[in-house]
């Protein structure tokens, strides 16, 4: 478990998260890589914090988490730009510097926390209605959320069902059900956890 950051306590909360970004980006430990991301993570829930983040480039560094091998480190910066996303200037930015397709890519997690952040973090960077960002509700993301919809797992179910009710058009819908479901095979259901036995 990583320590906490020595931070002067009269630096704020900008030299906090501060210090946070230079723990992440110098530490080799992958737990502390995925409690710093955590942490961040958390932070990302208060719009408090939005400018402050954006000042440090996490929302960057969260987009080039994704990426990571280390299925936490993705499912807490996910869960990161989940948190940002409702935030217009933050939803731009993830927009605007090739973040979508990453997103896309963590339907295909076999975390299921990780696929229902996705799922979430889509549906807030889409605008009610069809002709927002059209990769957000390409033919492959539209097949995948009917896969969803068909799910044991209640939460993605009913988070898939608003997606295709509240951000896909009909024709949209009735053209994924249509197409081969090729493009979205490779896409499984993410693995629920079992009940703890008491």
């Known amino acids: 478990m990583a320590q906490k950051p020595k931070v002067d306590p009269h630096v704020g909360r900008l030299g906090y998260l501060q210090a946070l970004v230079t723990e992440f980006q110098e530490t080799e430990s992958q737990d502390a890589k995925e409690q710093v991301l955590a942490n961040l993570a958390n932070f ?3 719009p408090g914090n939005y400018q402050y983040l954006r000042q440090l480039q996490v929302l960057d560094l969260f987009l080039d988490s994704l990426s990571e091998e280390n299925e936490t480190l993705v499912e807490f910066a996910i869960g990161g730009l989940c948190n940002l996303c409702a935030d217009r200037a933050n939803k731009e930015h993830i927009l605007q510097t090739g973040g979508v397709p990453l997103i896309i890519n963590c339907l295909s997690s076999p975390n299921e926390e ?6 979430t973090t889509i549906m807030y960077l889409s605008s009610p209605g069809p002709g927002s960002h059209p990769e957000l509700t390409a033919t492959p993301v539209v097949q995948c959320m009917l896969r969803f919809s068909l799910s044991a797992n ?4 009913n988070l898939a069902q608003v997606f295709l009710e509240d951000f896909c058009s009909p024709s949209q819908v009735a053209e994924a059900r249509r197409r081969p479901a090729h493009s979205a095979l490779g896409i499984p ?4 956890e079992a009940p703890q036995q008491p």
């Open 114 to 119: 990780t696929v229902l952040s996705a799922v």
């Open 44 to 46: 990302a829930y208060d």
């Open 189 to 192: 259901l993410p693995r629920t």
């Open 154 to 157: 209640t939460r993605l179910r």
